[in-house]
């Protein structure tokens, strides 16, 4: 019972890992890699593990369509105008930062074996 928990947390810190890589070193390669990982253990018998894959897959298309969506919107609404460029800097420096510290709080939740919420 215990190797199949640890095993089960390990995947799942391995996806929390992987989304804060997309959003810090790595955008797309690592995403590539979440989707893998997700397909590989798509039948995984372990809840947390799963869990954790789920939230990381859909934080990191969620967060995709935060940062990227709404700085081309402001982009293409602002962007004539000094004051439009830093909002759309301003407003991407704080959805990206949100996005990270999202990210840390899930991969502290994933090491220690927990979920965000009960499942």
Do not use: E
């Not at 390990?10 to 989707?35: E, F, K």
């Not at 990982?37 to 995709?64: E, G, K, V």
């Amino acid at each position: 019972m215990q190797t199949i928990r640890n095993t089960g947390q390990q995947l799942a810190s391995t996806a929390a890992l992987l989304y804060l890589v997309n959003l810090l070193l790595l955008p797309g390669i690592a995403l590539g890699g979440l989707i893998w990982l997700r397909s590989r253990h798509a039948d995984n018998n372990t809840p947390l593990a799963s869990y954790h894959l789920r939230l990381a897959f859909n934080a990191s298309l969620i967060a995709m369509c935060i940062i990227a969506g709404g700085s081309g919107i402001l982009w293409l609404l602002f962007s004539h105008t000094a004051t439009g460029i830093s909002m759309v800097l301003l407003y991407a420096i704080t959805s990206h930062t949100a996005c990270v510290m999202w990210g840390i709080f899930c991969l502290a939740r994933a090491m220690s074996g927990k979920y965000l919420r009960k499942p």
